[in-house]
């Protein structure tokens, strides 16, 4: 350790005497900008990020809100992790040599969080015409048959991978196909880029083409399999992950559960009550259940690792029974506009006493863009055709420490906390024509303009707006 050890903050002094560990600051390297990032849920009461408090106007008043921002600041990274934080004039005299990187005038947000998608449907987005049963028979289903070549797969995966960190997606909870060797090409892509991603094995035993059919065996042997060479390696989580209801048979379902009781920290990663036609069909083949989510539960699949896309359709029992069990919703509003299948209701996942782990989704491909930008601006547009109003750091908090805190992952990304893993965005607000013109001038100094230019990010922005993406501060994509 050098001469400089004596200029380290308290608190960085403990961190290294508790962690053992000795930093040589001639190993940091640091970020300079404009940062924001949620430190809390603005969804929860108590929250003081609104522009109808008035002493929300400056941002010196920021103490008691869910948000951070820090006008000109400096993040300190060591080895991938985050070391420290705060204002650049507080900051920098203790870190005289720092290797720098300055982004004078660009916004830097940890990296974004996708937490529903399907790898194999990249080719097939935008495909015309149908709803949900008629687009899995016509469009899904011949689709995903090609993943059985494992050279298909890995082509598509690095596509698939490239284009999240294009658009400022450094996590994502992915479904791959029914094949196993799908799931080793997405991982292995994954891998490759150091990217945090959950996927796992489609299991689907019936009301399929038989190309795309396992056994409920084959299924269960097939994950514990893959679990067992990916689960926790590097940067990967496993997802046991049948389809949804209708293509799994009772003795599927069971062994699903048998999975997540053998390997306790693997994720349950499914579709909930999205369509209404899908409701009715499940009604059907489970007659004995009382709701579609008790078909989940009456196979002990809902549990504080369950991720459940979509809740379009769901009775306050059901959003009861999501609350007291902490599992997480995937909010996919692109793909439920698209499929025209409804309006999620994220009044009743955040407020009416409950506090639903709810996280933003692309469900590429039946999402119609990649970018969680756009996403959250369809979120927006749900929320209003109910009444309802998302404001610009509650569609921020979702695509950031939400979809953490909905994975299980909050300890590790989702804001610039100390000791996190450095994934992290920079923006260019004015990266088009139109944005460059409704956003003239500097980055904002108060409040009022930080909700704003924020606000107009999520509706005008895309993978243009992204200058450049990290991944445990490493740069990952580059926009020149
Ligand atoms: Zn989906």
């Known amino acids: 350790m050098n001469q400089n050890t004596q200029n380290l903050s308290p608190r960085l002094n403990q961190n290294l005497q508790s962690s053992g560990s000795q930093v040589e600051l001639s190993e940091l390297t640091g970020i300079r900008g404009v940062f924001l990032d ?31 921002y820090i006008p000109d600041g400096l993040l300190v990274l060591n080895q991938g992790h985050i070391h ?10 203790r870190y005289p040599n720092l290797t720098l990187t300055h982004y004078p005038d660009r916004l830097i947000t940890p990296g974004l969080i ?4 399907h790898y194999p449907q990249t080719q097939m987005m935008a495909a015309y015409g149908e709803q949900l049963l008629d687009w899995l028979n016509q469009y899904t289903f011949p689709m995903e048959q090609s993943f059985q070549d494992p050279e298909h797969a890995a082509q ?37 880029r150091n990217l945090r991603l959950i996927t796992g094995k489609v299991m689907m035993d019936r009301h399929a083409p038989p190309g795309l059919l396992d056994t409920a065996q084959s299924a269960y042997e097939d994950s514990q399999r893959l679990i067992e060479r990916w689960h926790g390696v590097d940067r990967l989580g496993y997802a046991v992950t049948p389809r949804f209801a209708p293509t799994s048979t009772p003795q599927q379902l069971q062994l699903a559960a048998q999975l997540l009781a053998e390997f306790p920290t693997v994720y349950l990663h499914t579709h909930l009550s999205e369509n209404l036609d899908e409701l ?30 979509h809740c379009i359709h769901l009775s306050d029992v059901e959003f009861d029974r999501l609350a007291d069990v902490n599992a997480a919703i995937a909010f996919c ?33 039946a999402g119609t863009s990649f970018s969680m930008l756009k996403t959250a601006a369809e979120a927006y547009k749900v929320a209003q055709l109910q009444h309802q109003t998302l404001s610009p750091f509650q569609l921020f908090f979702l695509m950031t420490l939400g979809g953490a805190r909905s ?16 994934d992290f965005v920079v923006w260019n607000l004015q990266a088009t024509p139109l944005m460059a013109f409704r956003n003239p001038g500097p980055l904002p100094t108060t409040f009022r303009e930080l909700s704003d230019r924020l606000f107009s990010l999520l509706v005008l922005g895309d993978d ?10 490493q740069q990952q994509f580059d926009s020149v």
């Open 333 to 365: 509003p692109t793909s439920n506009f698209f499929l025209g299948s409804g309006l999620f209701n994220i009044q009743k996942a955040k407020s009416e006493g409950r506090s639903i782990n709810v996280g933003l989704a692309s469900d590429v491909g």
């Open 114 to 117: 996708d937490i529903h998608l």
């Open 156 to 192: 598509v995966a690095n596509f698939f991978v490239e284009e999240l960190l294009r658009n400022g997606t450094t996590t994502a909870a992915v479904f791959a196909a029914v094949f196993p060797g799908s799931v080793d090409a997405l991982f292995a892509a994954a891998q490759a």
């Open 407 to 422: 994975l299980h992952l909050a300890d590790h990304i989702g804001n610039f906390e100390l000791g996190k893993e450095a």
């Open 280 to 309: 009715a069909w499940v009604q059907e083949l489970f007659p004995g259940s009382a709701s579609y989510l008790d078909v989940y539960d009456r196979f002990a699949l809902v549990t504080s690792r369950s991720i459940f896309a």
């Open 84 to 93: 420290d934080f705060g204002a650049y004039s507080a900051l920098a005299d």
């Open 464 to 473: 243009r707006s992204v200058s450049a993406t990290y991944i445990m501060g």
């Open 38 to 68: 949620c430190i809390n849920d603005p969804f929860s009461n108590g929250s003081n990020d609104s522009l109808d408090n008035p002493s929300a106007e400056n941002l010196e008043s920021l103490e008691n809100s869910s948000i951070r």
